[in-house]
């Protein structure tokens, strides 16, 4: 009965150990080496330049102008929200004898709004022209350079670590069910 266990165990062993080296071959080796006239590499140092390319495609399909300027211009208004109106404040705080005119007919606020308005279409229109010369090619490009591949390695186990983990244990669930298999043959030919 015993010798029946032996293929499903056998099978989940070699079917954990084959995709953990599999998931291992996709950063090891970094750099190539030859295995018997074989170049051996792992698949993401090997491809790393087709593989950066497909990625600023696919960046470029998603990504559009309008995105760049959108958060441009968040970033700007974050940075000026409340400063004309604090900055207009301490200007008019410092004409002491007319503080109280100013105060009685609202010119603080008058006068924050309307630079507020200026500002605001001044940004809109900024952030137009900054956002049509992003280049987001040449920045990605730019870090991949500077990114080595100790870090794009622990990048992807921390974006992928359970996929990673369930392609290691899939290994062993289909090679236990293959010699399960192998073990029901083995049986009722007996």
Do not use: C, W
Request: aromatic share 10%; proline share 3%.
């Amino acid at each position: 009965m015993l010798v029946y266990l032996i293929p499903p165990l056998l099978g989940a062993f070699i079917g954990y150990i084959t995709n953990v080296i599999a998931v291992k071959l996709l950063f090891h080796p970094k750099k190539p080496i030859n295995l018997l006239g074989i170049k051996i590499q792992g698949l993401i140092p090997a491809r790393s330049e087709e593989l950066t390319e497909r990625i600023l495609d696919s960046l470029s399909d998603i990504l559009k102008e309008e995105d760049f300027e959108f958060i441009i211009d968040k970033a700007m208004k974050k940075s000026y929200e409340n400063s004309i109106k604090a900055k207009v404040d301490e200007i008019f705080s410092k004409l002491g004898f007319l503080k109280d005119l100013i105060d009685k007919y609202n010119f603080s606020s008058s006068i924050s709004s309307a630079m507020n308005n200026y500002v605001t279409s001044a940004i809109k229109e900024f952030s137009k022209k900054l956002a049509a010369n992003v280049d987001l090619r040449e920045f990605i490009l730019k870090k991949t350079k500077e990114v080595d591949s100790e870090e794009v390695e622990k990048l992807f186990n921390r974006i992928a670590r359970k996929e990673l983990k369930f392609i290691e244990n899939s290994g062993a669930v289909l090679g236990f069910i293959i010699g399960l298999v192998e073990s029901i043959i083995l049986y009722l030919q007996f």
